[in-house]
């Protein structure tokens, strides 16, 4: 276990921990507050904080280290495990016909997303259809149809359409040689009811493989209403973290996996079709802990 996974700003108080012998109250606690301390600048939600610390502090002070671990390497590896636990395992994305939808507020970066997986599923041979299912923004099917032709990606949409349910019925139909079928859905501003509903309906009519809900890394406040009124209405299967090129450390995310009880799925780190990364435990831990 390498003291680098663990971020420059601990690197200081993991130092402090004597390689052998006991490790005191003091010295855990301190690491604790410099682990809280870096996890609170990336928004990690503060409950999240107080029960990882916790957790730590318990493990560090009561666990005897394995056979031949020193103590420093002991407590690096409580702080990754429980670091682990908030993050959750990377995803396996399954190389198969699949239909997908993606769900989330105006301005997350659904549209980008979409033409991103699909060009994903397009380098790993898997043929990818998109269809929009937004309505609601114009501008959208434009958007979504130009990404399209860039990556060379069947597209389907009616632009002068508002029923985005027999848009979606229709673009399966017509996508039924796409291997993998993308499904955009409008976002609003804020989770209205008829969003909701009209979510809850694409939903029945897609029966989708997988449901992503995509969200902006510098969300803050109001990330849990929106992660459990999401999951509520259609169920979850994972996020997507898009925006990570900013300065936005994804921390705020971490709640809407936490209550949708979801794992990270993707993360979109620029606005290229080609910024999109497989999760990764790892780096998205040292970049946390910062
Ligand atoms: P939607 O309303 O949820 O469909 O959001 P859009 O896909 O239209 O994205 C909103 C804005 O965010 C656009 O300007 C995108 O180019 C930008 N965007 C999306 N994903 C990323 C990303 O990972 N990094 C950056 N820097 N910008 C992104």
């Known amino acids: 276990m390498v003291l680098d996974k663990l971020g420059s700003s601990l690197k200081n108080s993991v130092r402090k921990i004597v390689k052998k012998g006991r490790i005191d109250k003091e010295t855990v606690n301190e690491l604790a507050t410099d682990i809280q301390r870096a996890l609170l600048k990336s928004d990690v939600d503060v409950e999240l904080v107080q029960e ?27 702080v990754y495990e429980e670091m682990l636990e908030i993050v959750g395992e990377e ?27 699909a060009n994903y599923f397009q380098k790993k041979g898997l043929k990818p259809g998109l269809i929009c299912g937004d309505t609601f923004r114009p501008g959208a099917y434009n958007q979504l149809k ?25 673009g399966l139909n ?30 029945e009519v897609v029966e989708p493989d997988k449901k992503f809900l995509v969200i902006d890394a510098s969300i803050g406040k109001g990330v849990k209403d929106q992660a459990n009124s999401f999951n509520e209405a259609i ?33 979109g780190t620029g606005e290229k079709l080609n910024e999109l990364e497989e999760f990764e435990p790892d780096s998205f831990i040292s970049r946390l802990l910062g």
Do not use: C, W
């Open 52 to 78: 990882l610390t916790d957790k730590i502090k318990d493990r560090a002070l009561n666990e005897e280290p394995p056979k031949g671990a020193s103590s420093r390497e002991h407590v690096i590896r409580i």
């Open 91 to 117: 995803t396996e994305v399954p190389m198969e016909e699949q239909d997908i939808m993606l769900v989330g507020l105006q301005g997350s970066g659904k549209t980008t997303t979409a033409a991103k997986l």
């Open 146 to 170: 130009e990404l399209s032709q860039r990556i060379d990606s069947v597209f389907y949409g009616e632009k002068e359409s508002e029923d985005a349910i027999q848009v979606v019925k229709n």
């Open 174 to 203: 017509e996508l039924k040689d796409s291997k993998v079928r993308i499904v955009d859905t409008a976002g609003r501003h804020s989770l209205e009811s008829d969003l909701i509903d009209e979510m809850e309906q694409i939903n």
């Open 235 to 267: 169920g979850i299967d994972g996020v997507i973290i898009t925006k990570l090129d900013g300065t936005a450390k994804g921390g705020g995310a971490l709640t809407a996996v936490s209550e949708a009880e979801t794992n990270i799925a993707f993360l």
